[in-house]
């Protein structure tokens, strides 16, 4: 998964809870799609920086080599 599909995914959960009727026990269910939003944003942010600093890595490498 990418970035790009990673946020598709946060978004789609953030409607889902938007949906919600905070009047209905639901609503901890809404919590919980938001924070799983929020997790997997950063998890995307985590693995888009570590295939960056490989990337450098491999060129650094080859520059060495």
Not at 7 to 31: C, I, K, M, V, Y
Not at 48 to 55: G, I, T, V, Y
Request: net charge negative; aromatic share 2%; proline share 2%.
């Amino acid at each position: 998964m990418d970035q790009a599909e990673a946020e598709e995914l946060a978004q789609t959960l953030e409607a889902w809870a938007a949906l919600a009727d905070p009047a209905n026990d639901l609503a901890l269910g809404s919590r919980s799609m938001l924070q799983a939003a929020s997790v997997i944003r950063r998890q995307a942010e985590i693995i888009a920086s570590l295939r960056h600093a490989l990337q450098q890595a491999r060129v650094r490498e080859r520059l060495l080599d």
